[in-house]
């Protein structure tokens, strides 16, 4: 019964925007509701583009435990960062127009994100091994971008710094509309690409078999995914094991991969975790900063608990 | 000797090995067959202390397994596993000079080099002497660690399906050299067999286990009769004799 | 091994031992002060310079690289994975995790003591490490390094959860990114155990073949297995804590180097041992004064330089390695 279930789970998500808007409204309440407003729509772009992107991520790669993250494409999106400051030099990218600037950056990020992955994807490269060698990209990416960091002229470096953490306390508001245009765009296409992806989820043969282009969908759906984890990263910063938490939970929430039920179930499921557990920091717990860190820290868990034990049945 | 007293196995809820009596004199090749899951390589296992005795007596040359010192058995006994994988980069040659590390810790006496040239022309290993393990094909793999366990100079060898992954050719090749071993060094050989004609054609004694106990035990001509074979393995079988060989028609 | 193997082998390890003692000359002479060798017995302030700063930081480099791709070497002997190594499973995160605990509890404790610590905490998470590895499906050699990497990353987390708490993130980058420009006389000397750790590894050489073999077949050949798995596990936590303890962590030093070697040399390890302790020396030494250079006057950490030159050559690793293996 997934509609029951994803009835539920769009209630408590309801539940968690609504603790989130209302909770400890002191002061000047007009003001204080269009603030907690605008990081809320952070937050639920946040949320479902995480989601959304790593439910494709794991259907175009076949694997239960990979995120884009994990592959090390938010690394990958602070290098393109720090490479336009290295090459543009700190002045010339503080002056550039930030919408600007984050259009460039995505498409760094796409045109990085498809060269590196597709060859692997291409080769159907032994799916371990790609793991592997996400996880050494996204050690490399980190120590490329600090050792770029360092390259750069100090002030420059100021210009980029402080985005190694993710930070839902500190959301660059700045960024939101364009960012909800990709979001909505990015849900729309993975919502029309439903019914594919359930076949391509049996596999590149019997998709292809099934008169599936394959190449060319997994060029564009890597497209959308790394349209929707720049607009993440550019958002919150990256987040390492949020996706597979949230994607793990969902699916044994609706318990079915069709993405018809899957898709919506692990955006709602990111939403309660990312909004509720916001708001629970932040009222209830007093330190909102480190939700980050705790995410992470079970997320991570999630992941190991799935490693050991899903691949021994 | 190896001397096989009430030993039982059990993982968590399985009875692995029933109440096991058996004796296995010195000198000759000893079969065991038997249906996946009877358990032959969880008693083969046992015998090796690869696993700890939970309960029951095992001894070899009545050194009992489960006390003596590890390194004092592998002068008396070496053991093939089912399935072993060298992942080390390492040259057929090295390889079976780890099978004298008992002998010397490490260090390689001239007798030492003796035997391993003696263990690589045994088993047809010479030319592929210095190549390493990972370039050769899954059946000359397996010859270079049947060598290995050879090199080690004891008494007792076990083997468990050494003859997985080997063609006809070697195949009968390597159950040759194990007849020639045990008839000229007065080796004792147990192995585990898939192949019930190899055990035929080459085992003094076959041992029959099935889930978990020992079913029959004989000589070839004696225990490879329709009735034994169908009280082990579960169907009717044609049983023909050759040249005094038992040969089990079991494909059809 | 036959003639031809071992002249190779004897080979490589010259041109190894070359390299090194080049580097080791190189790094006495690479520093912000110019200090050129001719004037060290004209001048008492270069002589001085060279034995307080630049003769502890060459040796600490050497005994680190050194020491680290000996303890990734037998880190991947004991997971049985040549994907692995202390700072990618979990060892060296223990490590903080362990030092960050006694800098909280007891800020007064020697760095011996710590050092200490540290061990035991490296300990205490690369046995846990290894005996979830082992019971990962073997058919998916990529999973153990996988497991490790994230394992690692939730002990890191713990430890930067910790220190943001207590207010100690600046510390921690002293342990997390290996840097060797703080290193002066007086203050690596603890790195000499990490070197005593390679002697007793060199030692048990044929053993650590064996059990590269296996459990079941080191038993078969009369090794004590458990012994040696112990043995192993000091071995790489004494080395990677003292590695966090004195200089910080330098990644993948402990991955590529055994990697190389073993492709070149095999993994007879009574032969291999020695070259591969010179090669880490080599690699480390190399990347430090890489960092010197790259940026001169300024420096940058050698976990850095090492971040980078190692992970390319890693990926360069995996992605030629033939398919039949």
Known sequence: ?313 | MIRIEDVSLRHGQTQILHDIWLTIPKGGITALVGPNGAGKSSLLSLIARLQPLQAGRISVDSFPVDTTPSRDLARILAILRQDSIVTSRLRVRELVGFGRFPHGRGRLTPDDYAIIDQSLQQFDLTDLSDRFIETLSGGQRQRALVAMAFAQGTDYLLLDEPLNNLDMFFARELMRSLRRIADENGKTIVIVLHDINQASAHADRIVAMKSGRIVADGTPSDLLTPKTLQAVFGFQMRVETFDDMPVVLHFR | ?325
Request: hydrophobic share 60%; proline share 3%; with cysteine.
């Open chain 1, 1 to 313: 019964m997934p509609d029951r279930r994803l009835l539920c789970l769009a209630g408590a998500a309801l539940l968690c925007i609504v603790a989130f808007m209302t909770i400890g409204l002191r002061g000047n309440i007009g003001f204080v509701l269009a603030l907690r407003a605008i990081k809320l729509a952070a937050l639920l772009q946040v949320s479902v583009s995480i989601a959304v992107s790593t439910v494709i991520f794991q259907t175009v790669t076949n694997n239960r435990i990979l995120t884009p993250s994990i592959m090390g494409l938010d690394a990958l999106y602070l290098f393109g960062q720090i490479l336009l400051v290295f090459l543009l030099g700190g002045l010339g990218y503080a002056a550039l127009d930030a919408q600007l600037k984050f259009g460039g950056e995505i498409i760094v990020l796409m045109a990085l994100a498809t060269g590196l992955l597709l060859p692997m994807l291409r080769r159907r490269t032994d799916m371990g091994l790609m793991l592997l060698a996400g996880i050494i990209f996204g050690i490399l990416f980190r120590s490329l971008n600090s050792l770029l960091a360092r390259l750069i002229d100090p002030n420059d470096f100021a210009v980029v710094q402080g985005a190694s953490f993710a930070n839902f306390n500190d959301v660059r508001t700045d960024l939101l509309a364009f960012a909800a245009i990709l979001t909505i765009a990015g849900i729309v296409i993975a919502w029309r690409a439903r019914h594919v992806l359930d076949v391509m989820a049996l596999g590149a043969d019997t998709a292809t078999g099934l008169g599936i282009s394959w190449s060319r969908n997994v060029t564009g759906l890597l497209l959308l995914v790394s349209a929707l984890v720049a607009v993440s990263t550019a958002l919150v910063g990256p987040v390492a094991f949020f996706g597979l938490l949230v994607v793990a939970l969902a699916e044994r929430l609706v318990d079915t991969r069709s993405h018809a039920a899957l898709m919506p179930a692990a955006m709602l499921t990111a939403v309660i975790i990312l909004v509720g557990g916001q708001t629970l920091f932040q009222h209830g717990l007093g330190s909102s900063s480190t939700l980050g860190v705790v995410i992470e820290f079970v997320g991570g868990f999630a992941f190991l608990v799935l490693l050991v034990f899903g691949s021994r049945k």
């Open chain 3, 1 to 325: 091994m036959s003639i031809a193997a071992t002249k190779q082998a004897s080979k490589t390890g010259w041109v190894a031992g070359l390299t090194l003692a080049v580097l080791f000359v190189f790094s006495l002479c690479v520093g912000v002060d110019d200090m050129p060798i001719i004037r060290l017995f004209s001048d008492g302030r270069a002589l001085e310079l060279l034995l307080v700063s630049r003769l502890p930081r060459t040796l600490a480099a050497i005994l680190t690289g050194a020491g680290l791709a000996i303890a990734g070497l037998i880190m991947q002997t004991l997971a049985r994975n040549r994907y692995v190594e202390p700072s990618t499973a979990g060892t060296a995160q223990s490590a903080e995790l362990g030092i960050l605990l006694v800098t909280l509890l007891l800020p007064s404790a020697s760095l011996l003591f710590k050092s200490l610590a540290a061990s035991a905490a490296a300990l205490l998470g690369t046995s846990l490490f290894l005996m979830t590895a082992h019971r990962l499906p073997p058919t998916q050699p990529f999973l153990v390094p996988l497991f490790g990497l994230v394992y690692g990353g939730v002990i890191g987390a713990a430890v930067t959860f910790v220190a943001w708490q207590a207010d100690l993130l600046q510390y921690l980058s002293v342990w997390t990114n290996g840097d060797f420009s703080g290193v002066l006389r007086g203050r690596y000397e603890l790195l000499w155990l990490g070197a005593l750790m390679v002697v007793v590894a060199w030692m048990v050489a044929d053993r650590l073949t064996i059990m590269a073999l296996g459990r079941d077949a080191s038993i078969g050949l009369g090794l004590d297995h458990a012994r040696m798995l112990q043995l192993g596990l000091i071995i790489v936590s004494v080395i990677s804590a003292l590695s966090v303890v004195v200089v910080g962590m330098i990644p993948f030093v402990g991955l590529v180097v055994p990697n190389i070697v073993s492709r070149l040399m095999g993994d007879n390890m009574r032969g291999t041992l020695p070259t591969v302790a010179v090669s880490g020396a080599i690699l480390v030494l190399g990347c430090d004064i890489l960092g010197r250079l790259i940026r001169y006057p300024y420096e940058i950490p050698v976990g850095t330089v090492m971040g980078c030159v190692g992970g390319l050559i890693f990926l360069w690793l995996l992605f030629r390695r033939p398919s039949h293996v």
